[in-house]
């Protein structure tokens, strides 16, 4: 005699034993079904995030980084920007470097200061 297999995603160990299932394996089950669907969710929530910041890339408001600006401003390629070179800046630019010196907590001393 042939009998068929479990079902399609039914619980071996409860296969055949319908009506009296184990509580503690229900709700262990049930448990993992939400954690499995919060995960899931935010997963969905990250990478839709990520999507649309590569979607949005560099607009033309938005600031260069301090390491453009250097190699933008920076003529004699000495790594630091002496006063004819500050003069040069922006206004845009002059605030773009100094959100970044407020955020970052530098104090623009440039290489090798205390």
């Known amino acids: ?31 993992m079904n939400k ?18 910041g590569a979607a949005k890339g560099k607009g033309d408001n938005q600031a ?10 920076d003529k004699n390629r000495d790594g630091m920007l002496d006063a004819s070179e500050l003069a040069a800046l922006t206004s845009e630019d002059r605030a773009a470097l100094e959100q970044h010196r407020r955020h970052h907590g530098h104090h623009g001393r440039g290489k090798g200061g205390p």
């Open 1 to 31: 005699m042939v009998t068929a297999g479990p079902s399609p995603g039914a619980c071996l160990s409860c296969e055949g034993n319908r009506d009296n299932l184990n509580p503690i394996h229900t709700q262990t089950t049930n448990n």
């Open 35 to 52: 954690a499995l669907t919060i995960l899931l969710g935010c997963l969905a929530l990250a990478a839709t995030a990520h999507a649309q």
């Open 64 to 73: 260069d980084t301090p390491a453009e600006l250097l190699a933008k401003y």
